[in-house]
């Protein structure tokens, strides 16, 4: 069964550092997001994308925060100077062409700012 | 949806018994869809069941179904016959068909044997 694919499973960086998480999602899917999920607590939504542009975003996804489609299989969430704070699982999910499809989720990416 | 509401912090169950949780949730939306989504202690969001708000037949997946309550706004979880496996964080969420989900805060299931 295909599935959304996150690397790495956990990143450790020293505060101030950039990171780069990164996202595989289903081939034919079409709609790409990023959550997050700070230890303890629920799921927030930082990000849409579709067509190669942010279709939404959350007040969380301010200036430091950026998402790319380098090319046709990648999606990368980057950081550009982590703060303690930003210390969470990171998800990626895609969703398909069809109306009302079920967002797919990776097995997320645990990040520990230091 | 808007906003996502589990009230259940907490929920405990003997295996082999039944356990419904609850959740709510408020939307300006006519059309959205619901979720309940599982979390294992390895953090893998794993969807459970999907409602569309349209259909009034409560769905169904093998032993997991919802109580939709569209005019109540309220959109229960029924786990029957339930199993060790079971035992994780479950999470409601709704969302349009495109669009961002929202989640609730969680409802932590035990299942003692």
């Known amino acids: 069964e295909p599935e959304v694919t996150q690397t790495p499973s956990h990143q450790v960086t020293q505060m101030g550092q950039e990171v780069i998480l990164r996202c595989v999602p289903i081939?034919?899917?079409?709609?790409f997001y990023w959550y997050r999920q700070i230890l303890g607590q629920k799921v927030e939504f930082l990000v849409s994308?579709?067509?190669?542009?942010?279709?939404?975003k959350s007040e969380i996804f301010d200036d430091q925060f950026s998402v790319e489609r380098p090319d046709g299989s990648n999606f990368t969430l980057k950081i550009r100077s982590t703060k303690l704070e930003d210390s969470a699982m990171y998800f990626c999910?895609?969703?398909?062409?069809?109306?009302?499809?079920?967002?797919?989720f990776g097995a997320g990416t645990r990040l520990s700012v230091l | 949806a808007q906003t996502v509401t589990q009230s259940q912090p907490e929920m405990s169950v003997q295996e082999a018994e039944t356990v419904t949780l609850s959740c709510t949730y408020d939307?300006?939306?006519?059309?959205?869809?619901l979720f309940w989504y599982k979390q294992p202690p390895s953090r893998q969001m794993i969807l459970v069941i999907r409602?569309?708000?349209?259909?009034?037949q409560n769905a169904t997946e093998n032993r997991f179904s919802v109580n939709f309550q569209k005019a109540a706004k309220s959109f229960s979880l029924k786990i029957s016959d339930s199993q060790l496996g079971d035992a994780a964080m479950y999470f409601c969420?709704?969302?349009?068909?495109?669009?961002?989900?929202?989640f609730g805060q969680g409802t932590i299931l035990t299942v003692h044997p």
């Open positions: 999910a895609s969703s398909g062409p069809l109306r009302g499809n079920i967002q797919y």
């Open positions: 081939s034919n899917h079409l709609y």
């Open positions: 994308f579709y067509n190669n542009e942010i279709s939404e």
């Open positions: 939307t300006s939306e006519s059309d959205y869809y």
């Open positions: 409602q569309e708000a349209y259909k009034q």
């Open positions: 969420a709704g969302g349009t068909s495109y669009g961002k989900l929202t």
